[in-house]
């Protein structure tokens, strides 16, 4: 069946550090993917979006990555603030499948210590 | 530029009730989305619509639920005869393209 995952409910790390998170899927062969941030009681906000021709993507001090040899993508946040504490989701488009239909992974809670 | 807009944003409803959530898309978008957010779980698709036509409905319950996005007015996802298990976060998302999707505050439901 088809899976996205992503690494970890939870991440703590210390301000000024690099987060990594990873999204992983499984028989899946996406046009795109995306990634959200999400704060408690309110609705996601789009980030980035990276397509499968693309390698890497870069916004300010976000960075994206994407294997489709692997079926991972990583999200990077440099020089990391308590600002960017969220959860973070990663979300695919399938080719073939709905258009629009996007498939959500559970999210990964960042926390970042001053 | 209103983002895309979510009432009630909070819903209490006895079982057995209806419940009907509104969005308004952004301005000049014409495809809206329903999510369903369960506490500890991820966004589930419900359906796409775009408008007076449903797109795709496969992550939506056969019975009880229904949606429409008519050709003025906000999109409504009508729940009858709620239940319990219906108590969640709504979202709804629009785009004006099929990438890029804007999501509203959400409807939190819940069903005494």
């Known amino acids: 069946s088809q899976k996205i995952e992503q690494n970890s409910e939870a991440l703590n790390i210390q301000e000024g550090k690099t987060a990594t998170l990873t999204c992983n899927y499984t028989n899946y062969s996406p046009a795109y993917l995306q990634w959200y941030r999400q704060d408690p009681g309110r609705g996601p906000v789009f980030l980035l979006l990276i397509r499968e021709n693309e390698k890497e993507k870069r916004k300010e001090r976000l960075k994206v990555t994407f294997d489709t040899t692997l079926k991972q993508s990583l999200f990077h946040i440099t020089a990391s603030q308590p600002a960017d504490s969220a959860t973070y989701l990663c979300a695919l488009r399938v080719d073939g499948g709905s258009q629009g239909n996007l498939i959500f992974g559970k999210g990964t809670k960042l926390s970042v210590k001053p | 530029n209103a983002g895309v807009m979510q009432n009630p944003r909070h819903l209490v409803r006895r079982r057995g009730q209806e419940a009907r959530l509104r969005c308004s898309p952004m301005?000049?978008?014409?495809?809206v989305y329903w999510y369903r957010q369960l506490p500890e779980e991820g966004l589930k698709f419900m359906v796409y619509?775009?408008?007076?036509?449903?797109?795709?409905e496969s992550g939506m319950p056969k019975e009880r639920f229904s949606a429409e996005f008519p050709k003025e007015g906000p999109s409504i996802l009508r729940i009858q005869q709620v239940v319990r298990g219906d108590s969640a976060a709504y979202f709804c998302?629009?785009?004006?393209?099929?990438?890029?999707?804007?999501f509203g505050p959400g409807t939190r439901l819940l069903v005494l």
């Open positions: 619509l775009q408008k007076e036509n449903i797109i795709d």
């Open positions: 301005k000049g978008h014409s495809h």
């Open positions: 998302a629009s785009s004006d393209h099929l990438e890029t999707q804007y």
